[in-house]
């Protein structure tokens, strides 16, 4: 097997291509059992090759590391900034309206009180 990370996927791949051509003789005998067994095989070992793929992919770039630190985080986007400026007017003209709505229940009116 070898020990390069990028090579791994084509060896699975290869090892799957030769258990593909061992079912297919398999299947020229007339052995279907061996020949099931061999798809099997060929299917993990495709499966394999993806699940490299997908993990090669995933993997952090090497010239990551040999680069400077991170970059520090960027500030808020337009649109945080535009929602929690939203909520702030929205909490404002609540406010004044348990306030307003308040004031009216406690002022009289014709010299009587709504107590």
Request: aromatic share 6%; glycine share 6%.
């Given at each position: 097997?070898?020990?390069?990370?990028?090579?791994?996927?084509?060896?699975?791949?290869?090892?799957?291509?030769?258990?593909?051509?061992?079912?297919?003789?398999?299947?020229?005998?007339?052995?279907?059992?061996?020949?099931?067994?061999?798809?099997?095989?060929?299917a993990r070992w495709e499966e394999a090759a993806q699940e490299?793929?997908?993990?090669?992919?995933?993997?952090?770039?090497?010239?990551?590391?040999?680069?400077?630190?991170?970059?520090?985080?960027?500030?808020?986007?337009?649109?945080?900034?535009?929602?929690?400026?939203?909520?702030?007017?929205?909490?404002?003209?609540?406010?004044?309206?348990?306030?307003?709505?308040?004031?009216?229940?406690?002022?009289?009116?014709?010299?009587?009180?709504?107590?």
């Amino acid at each position: 097997m070898p020990a390069n990370f990028g090579e791994i996927a084509t060896y699975h791949q290869q090892e799957a291509a030769r258990h593909y051509a061992l079912a297919q003789a398999a299947r020229d005998r007339g052995s279907i059992a061996d020949a099931e067994y061999e798809d099997g095989l060929a299917a993990r070992w495709e499966e394999a090759a993806q699940e490299q793929k997908i993990g090669m992919m995933q993997a952090p770039s090497r010239r990551r590391s040999k680069q400077g630190p991170l970059a520090p985080p960027q500030p808020p986007t337009p649109l945080t900034v535009a929602c929690l400026l939203a909520v702030k007017h929205c909490v404002k003209r609540i406010a004044a309206a348990i306030r307003q709505s308040i004031i009216k229940r406690s002022t009289p009116f014709n010299g009587l009180t709504l107590r």
